[in-house]
């Protein structure tokens, strides 16, 4: 059984916007595993460790900004092939060009408010996942429909 997991975060415009409910579905319909859910207002410092890879960017104090403006819902996935497969449902990070049917393809219009972030490679979801959430934040459990999602 697989334990490949994903962090992903609704940004601030996304629970201003009330798709807090309709995102994390989307997940739970795919038939991913929720291991961790929690509503935070990032600081500053916690915001710059998780895009530390964009620091010399031009956007990156706009991103900051943005994501420490208000509350964003953390949020762990479990599941085969989760990294990769979540990214897919969140559609690329422009929202203009992202496919419809996908998050940023049916929700947004703009990229610095793209309404969602999610991990690039198992190893910088694993990174995201130690920054985010401490350990007796995440709940091990066996879904009772697991037989009816792998074989
Ligand atoms: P993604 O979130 O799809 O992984 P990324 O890691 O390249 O995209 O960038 C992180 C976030 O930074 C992205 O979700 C929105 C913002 N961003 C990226 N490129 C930008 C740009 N050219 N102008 C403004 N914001 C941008
Ligand atoms: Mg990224």
Redesign the pocket.
Known sequence: MSVERTFIAIKPDGVQRGLVGTIISRFEQKGFKLVGLKQLKPSRELAEQH?DV?RERP?FNG?VEFITSGPIVAIVLEGDGVVAAARKLIGA?NPLTAEPGTIRGDFGVN??R?II?GS?AIETAQREIALWFSSEELTEWTPTIQPWLYE
Do not use: A, C, R, W
Request: overall charge negative.
């Open positions: 895009y964009h956007f991103l990070t990229i610095g793209n972030h690039d």
